[in-house]
């Protein structure tokens, strides 16, 4: 009698941890807007290499409001996440760079003294976004009235990155 009563009480509270984590999940996915925040024009993402061999390469992406009446914050692209920032020469104009590091391999010491090995580099761990995007669509961030809110862009296009001499 006393272990069927404990294993019901157990079953209860492994029931009621499950139905609490699911719970849990919907409020940390990032719910999508239905309406635009502002009217966009052109969004297109460039790539670009450093011109140094074994150099940092990576990719631009350009967004383009007509009016200012919506401060964009960041972009999901292809896996990451990065700010926006505001075109110096144009205002309407929102640049989220994503910097790919160097290819350039550099030295590991693997040593059976663990003290041999400081100064070795930890691998970055790439993070998850929360939103499932193909590789042309991207999702930007702004606040309205101190609220994060989520719009997601589909049809980006691709341009040729300009060749600037170094």
């Given at each position: ?5 404990i294993v019901k009480q157990i079953l209860g509270l492994v029931m009621l941890t499950c139905i609490m984590a699911s719970f849990s ?5 990032k719910k999508l807007q239905k309406e635009a925040p502002t009217t966009f ?126």
């Amino acid at each position: 009698m006393i272990a069927m009563r404990i294993v019901k009480q157990i079953l209860g509270l492994v029931m009621l941890t499950c139905i609490m984590a699911s719970f849990s999940q919907c409020s940390s996915t990032k719910k999508l807007q239905k309406e635009a925040p502002t009217t966009f024009g052109e969004v297109y993402f460039e790539q670009w290499v450093s011109g140094m061999a074994q150099g940092p390469s990576g990719t631009n992406i350009f967004i383009e409001i007509k009016q200012d009446n919506v401060q964009l914050d960041s972009v999901y692209f292809r896996g990451k996440v990065t700010k926006l920032d505001i075109d110096k020469s144009n205002k309407l104009l929102y640049v989220g760079q994503f910097i790919s590091k160097s290819t350039e391999i550099k030295d590991v010491i693997i040593h059976k003294d663990v003290s041999k090995e400081y100064g070795n580099q930890a691998p970055e761990i790439p993070s998850k976004i929360p939103f499932e995007l193909s590789p042309f669509e991207c999702v930007i961030t702004y606040k309205i009235k101190g609220k994060t809110k989520y719009f997601k862009l589909s049809d980006i296009k691709e341009k040729e990155s300009k060749d600037i001499p170094m």
